[in-house]
């Protein structure tokens, strides 16, 4: 059974860093795209993030450039979000995803499987 289960989200002061996992169970993320994605209060779900399975490149939805990085260990079968320089306007249930496409930052409709998503708060 396909699952993905995210970790790591909480409490974080404005202008500080959390690091989101997500671990995938009953297959093997060598070869897929995976993203990050996020849904704030009153919002639609975004794409944040998402990084090639067939070349390792990486495509960041504007908000976040140069503050998230996304990465992946597939010897662990774990994604990875760091999250640095965070703003009240992060705060979201964020949720990793294997996507259809990672040409650019994730589109909603590229989803294929996701987690149940982690509680991210930004605030002082």
């Known amino acids: 059974q396909v699952q993905l289960v995210e970790s790591g989200g909480g409490l974080v002061q404005p202008g500080g860093s959390l690091r989101l996992s997500c671990v995938a169970t009953?297959?093997?993320?060598?070869?897929?795209?995976i993203g990050w994605y996020r849904q704030a209060p009153g919002k639609d779900r975004e794409g944040v993030a998402c990084?090639?399975?067939?070349?390792?490149?990486?495509h960041y939805t504007d908000s976040v450039k140069s503050r998230f990085a996304i990465s992946r260990d597939n010897a662990e079968n774990t994604m990875y979000l760091q999250m640095n320089t965070q703003e009240p306007e992060d705060t979201a249930v964020y949720y990793c995803?294997?996507?259809?496409?990672?040409?650019?930052?994730?589109?909603?409709?590229?989803?294929?499987?996701w987690g149940k998503g982690d509680l991210v708060i930004v605030s002082s």
């Open positions: 995803a294997t996507v259809r496409s990672c040409a650019g930052p994730p589109n909603d409709y590229d989803m294929d499987n």
């Open positions: 009953g297959f093997t993320i060598d070869n897929y795209h």
């Open positions: 990084i090639s399975g067939t070349d390792g490149s990486t």
